[in-house]
């Protein structure tokens, strides 16, 4: 079965900072490029970052851009997002996704597989 977990939210502190995992089970995560999306209550879901199989090519949204890295550890089949100095309007729950390109995967376009969401809330 294929599979993402992530883990690693939380409650911080404004100004803090939290690193996502998403961890593959049942497939290699080196073939695929993978997403980072949010969603909070009420609000649609965006597509934050995307970095592609090689780990050449990284995207970011406006929103997140200098201070939201992707990277990704293809040894041990896991992507991470490093996140800081955030900010209350970060608080959502946040997914990953693994497609093939970062141009589709970043709109939410053919996405083969999800996980199933962590939590950060950002709240002094």
């Known amino acids: 079965q294929l599979q993402l977990v992530e883990s690693g939210g939380g409650l911080v502190q404004p100004g803090e900072s939290l690193r996502l995992s998403c961890a593959a089970s049942?497939?290699?995560?080196?073939?695929?490029?993978i997403g980072w999306f949010r969603q909070a209550p009420g609000e649609e879901r965006e597509g934050v970052s995307c970095i592609s199989s090689s780990g050449d090519t990284r995207i970011y949204a406006h929103s997140v851009k200098g201070r939201f890295t992707i990277s990704r550890d293809n040894a041990k089949n896991t992507v991470y997002l490093q996140m800081n100095s955030l900010k209350p309007e970060d608080t959502a729950i946040y997914y990953c996704?693994?497609?093939?390109?970062?141009?589709?995967?970043?709109?939410?376009?053919?996405?083969?597989?999800w996980g199933q969401g962590t939590l950060v809330t950002v709240s002094s």
């Open positions: 049942g497939f290699t995560l080196e073939n695929y490029a």
């Open positions: 996704a693994a497609g093939r390109l970062c141009s589709s995967v970043i709109a939410g376009r053919y996405l083969e597989v």
